[in-house]
């Protein structure tokens, strides 16, 4: 896990968060925390649910209402529909959903 570097960011009204999907995977899990080749830190993911009709879209978001204990209406697709590599709106207070994250990424370490 990379230390540092943290794939979410306070935003209006929320985090934005960047995730990386692996889809058609053997099971639902948050890997940590990883940088892309570009050094853009995104935090790994993994879901059953395969990569079309926005099924895996739908498995991620979830997984991170489940482990984050959010509605999954709280939990938006900003950017990145059909690509592995997406930036996703977490509605609510910025700082709870930080300390969440901050939580679930160092239990992956």
């Given at each position: 896990m990379i230390s540092a570097a943290r794939p979410w960011r306070a935003a209006?009204?929320?985090?934005?968060?960047?995730?990386?999907?692996?889809?058609?995977?053997?099971?639902?899990?948050?890997e940590g925390v990883e940088l892309l080749s570009s050094g853009q830190p995104i935090l790994k993911l993994r879901v059953r649910a395969l990569p079309t009709d926005g099924e895996a879209n739908t498995a991620v978001v979830a997984?991170?209402?489940?482990?984050?204990?959010?509605?999954?209406?709280?939990?938006?697709?900003?950017?990145?529909?059909?690509?592995?590599?997406?930036?996703?709106?977490?509605?609510g207070d910025a700082n709870a959903i930080s300390a969440a994250l901050e939580k679930i990424t160092k239990a992956e370490t």
């Open positions: 209006a009204g929320g985090v934005l968060l960047d995730v990386r999907v692996t889809p058609k995977s053997g099971r639902d899990a948050v997984l991170l209402a489940k482990i984050l204990k959010l509605p999954k209406s709280g939990i938006a697709l900003e950017r990145g529909g059909t690509s592995r590599v997406k930036t996703l709106r977490l509605a």
